[in-house]
Each structure stands twice: as structure tokens, then as C-alpha cells.
């Protein structure tokens, strides 16, 4: 099993920054992972693809935070990041860290961080 926990949500200003942390436990950490991602759902609207990073560390970004946010990860700490930077008030959302790995591979979800930017 693998426990996926996420912190570092919170209330922020328009232009703001935030850090997320991603927190894996268990049969699969960080490192062992073929890709981890955060994901990110606002309300009334469908989960989305924000930023993931794969094993050889090649990452992608959806084009509404390119430049905005930096997806990394501490192999020692088995943690993910996500530094969100120049937040607007359409970044509020629940992220959720997504992890795809083991054999045969499964993916496994946190239950999410709120972040909320006021205008």
C-alpha cells in the first residue's frame, strides 16, 4: 500500500506564492515512482492535470502555470513539491498528489489540499 499525504494549502493574496509538500509512504516512495503529479480541481469543474515529474526527472506543466509553478521532488524525504508562485484567483482549487508505480502499476491519490487565492 502507499499513503500519499499533502500539505501546505492555505489562503493567499493574488500574486502569492505557496508551497505544497507531497508526503509518500509505503510500498512506493518517491524515487520508485514512474511519475508523481499534482493534480487540481476547482469547484463545479473536472480534475486536471497541473504539473508531474517522471522517474528521469523530465517534468510537464499545464500551459495555465507554465513559468508560474515548479514541480520537484526530495528522493531522501520521499516528498513532492509544488512552489506555486504569482497566484491568481483561478488557482483556487483542491490539488491532489497523484503517484504511478509498483507492478503491475496502479496509481494512488491524497485527499488533497485546499488553496484558496483572494482577489
Known amino acids: 500500500q502507499v499513503q500519499l499525504v499533502e500539505s501546505g494549502g492555505g489562503l493567499v493574496q493574488a500574486g502569492g506564492s505557496l508551497r505544497l509538500s507531497c508526503s509518500a509512504s509505503?510500498?512506493?516512495?518517491?524515487?520508485?515512482?514512474?511519475?508523481m503529479g499534482w493534480y487540481r480541481q476547482a469547484l463545479g469543474k473536472e480534475r486536471e492535470s497541473v504539473a508531474t515529474?517522471?522517474?528521469?526527472?523530465?517534468?510537464n506543466y499545464a500551459d495555465s502555470v507554465k513559468g508560474r509553478y515548479t514541480i520537484y521532488r526530495d528522493d531522501a524525504k520521499s516528498t513532492l513539491y509544488l512552489q506555486m508562485n504569482s497566484l491568481k484567483p483561478e488557482d483556487t482549487a483542491v490539488y491532489y498528489c497523484?503517484?504511478?508505480?509498483?507492478?503491475?502499476?496502479?496509481?494512488?491519490w491524497g485527499k488533497g489540499t485546499l488553496v484558496t487565492v483572494s482577489s
Open positions: 497523484y503517484l504511478l508505480g509498483g507492478r503491475p502499476s496502479r496509481g494512488y
Open positions: 515529474i517522471f522517474s528521469g526527472d523530465n517534468t
Open positions: 509505503g510500498t512506493i516512495t518517491s524515487s520508485t515512482a514512474n511519475y
